[in-house]
């Protein structure tokens, strides 16, 4: 049985979620708080599990709560409860960069309170079970680490170099701190193209990678239709859309749709894997699936690896949740399964030799 504290200054939303949750048998909400301070004097004693975390309330609001929780329960998992909004998805990337686990969004524009509480059910169980369900274990196995596909197989005719030409990434739980530490450790003369899903809403995905973007030293966007790959640039999937590249003689073009969603995803890293398989040639694709919940960018690693591209799997040890990077290494996809710390040193290693990208301007 999972143990769950909701805070709330809300009585509406407090119920709301209690409600959501007393569908499921294996939860159970041991008890309510109107604001952070009331939920940090409670946790001592009822123990919970998980906490889900309003962001705006008074006395001490979420962020403040997150950050003085943080000092004691380093590794108790926190839920955000956002709204869909600016103000709501910059105050969550700072709840996520404090160490929240995941976030999820507060019904908007729905009909009825039923409809209310379907909505924060279907998103906040999963990830419940998702953050309390993963085992760490205290010594990680070894990485995993076999020679790059390219290395091993011949190149399909008029194809890869064996050095990667673009690096394809996938994460969802736990992705926007893994993927800003991967970034961050790259030069601005990183010689490649980056293209990814992150699974974010709208709004999130252009205020994260407005924010990465700050703090990389490679050039970071929200994708656009029709945008011209170009090295030492990382290009976010914009949240509710699809995102594949297609290839135009010499160079690789975004193309966005809303397309059906793929494992319950849109964007889906299956649908951009995919998409990168057909635009290249084979052996010059590198892809990379970091922390996240439930199986998307199996499928796609699986069409990639047919291409003789080499994929990465974050390890478990240092995964928020191990779902799809756990997918694609139980598979038998994984080329390599690393620490999060050693994933852009390994990126580094496989393009050395590539002509640097220009520095930024």
Not at 34 to 39: E, L, M, R, V
């Amino acid at each position: 049985m999972v143990s769950v504290l909701v805070v709330d200054d809300s009585v509406v939303v407090r119920r709301l979620i209690v409600d959501a949750l007393s569908s499921d048998p294996g939860i159970q909400v041991v008890g309510t708080a109107p604001n952070g301070q009331i939920a940090l004097s409670k946790i001592g004693a009822l123990k919970p599990d998980i906490i889900t975390l309003d962001i705006e309330m008074p006395v001490m609001d979420g962020l403040t709560t997150l950050r003085e929780l943080r000092k004691v329960h380093p590794r108790l998992p926190v839920i955000m409860f956002s709204t869909l909004t600016a103000s709501g998805a910059s105050a969550t990337l700072e709840a996520l960069s404090a160490g929240a686990s995941d976030y999820v969004t507060k019904p908007a524009n729905v009909g009825s309170v039923t409809e209310s509480i379907r909505s924060v059910r279907e998103q906040i169980i999963p990830r419940i079970h998702a953050l309390t369900g993963s085992v760490r274990p205290a010594r990680p196995p070894a990485p995993i680490r076999r020679p790059p596909p390219a290395a091993a197989r011949p190149a399909a005719p008029g194809g890869g170099t064996g050095t990667p030409e673009v690096i394809a990434v996938g994460c969802s739980t736990g992705g926007p701190e893994a993927l800003t530490a991967v970034v961050k450790a790259l030069p601005a003369s990183f010689p490649v193209p980056i293209v990814v899903v992150q699974h974010m809403p709208q709004v999130f995905t252009k205020m994260f990678a407005d924010r990465l973007d700050r703090t990389a030293a490679l050039t970071v966007v929200e994708a656009t239709a029709g945008m011209a790959l170009r090295p030492g640039t990382v290009y976010i999937a914009p949240g509710d859309y699809h995102m594949e590249l297609e290839r135009r003689r010499t160079d690789v073009y975004t193309r966005l749709h809303q397309g059906p969603p793929e494992n319950f995803c849109r964007p889906a890293v299956d649908v951009l894997f995919r998409s990168v398989a057909a635009a290249y040639p084979a052996g010059v694709v590198l892809g990379v699936i970091l922390t996240g919940m439930g199986q998307d960018g199996k499928r796609g690693a699986d069409a990639l690896r047919r291409k003789g591209a080499e994929i990465v799997a974050q390890d478990e040890a240092t995964s928020v949740v191990w779902g799809m990077p756990g997918a694609v290494t139980q598979a038998g996809l994984a080329d390599a399964v690393l620490p999060l710390n050693e994933i852009s040193n390994h990126l580094l290693t496989r393009v050395a030799g590539r002509r640097t990208a220009l520095p930024r301007g």
